[in-house]
Nanobody, 117 residues
Framework: QVQLVESGGGLVQAGGSLRLSCEAS????????MGWFRRAPGKEREYVAS????????DYLNSVKGRFTITMNNAKNTVYLQMDSLTPQDTAIYYC??????????WGRGTQVTVSS
């Protein structure tokens, strides 16, 4: 059974930083990728960032480029999201996701990130 477990969310002031972690168990995602999505209050879920398993290529939502950094420890089957210069607009539930095809098939339960002004 595949499980993705997020940690590291919390409350932070605007301008601050948080580091999210997501540990996967049950399988690896060779040939695929791991990533982060978020759902802000009253909004649809949106893609935030991803990293490919094989060569570590990264991709980001435009509004987080230069502020968020996604990394992965393949040996630990863990992906991280370093979030700097946080703004209240980053407040959301952040979800870890993984895929082995083009479809994001595996999801964590989410971790709350709240940025106060």
């Amino acid at each position: 059974q595949v499980q993705l477990v997020e940690s590291g969310g919390g409350l932070v002031q605007a301008g601050g930083s948080l580091r999210l972690s997501c540990e996967a168990s049950g399988r690896t995602f060779d040939g695929g990728a791991m990533g982060w999505f978020r759902r802000a209050p009253g909004k649809e879920r949106e893609y935030v960032a991803s990293i490919t398993w094989y060569d570590g290529r990264t991709d980001y939502l435009n509004s987080v480029k230069g502020r968020f950094t996604i990394t992965m420890n393949n040996a630990k089957n863990t992906v991280y999201l370093q979030m700097d210069s946080l703004t209240p607009q980053d407040t959301a539930i952040y979800y870890c996701a993984a895929r082995t095809t083009l479809t994001w098939s595996y999801w964590g339960r989410g971790t709350q990130v709240t940025v106060s002004s």
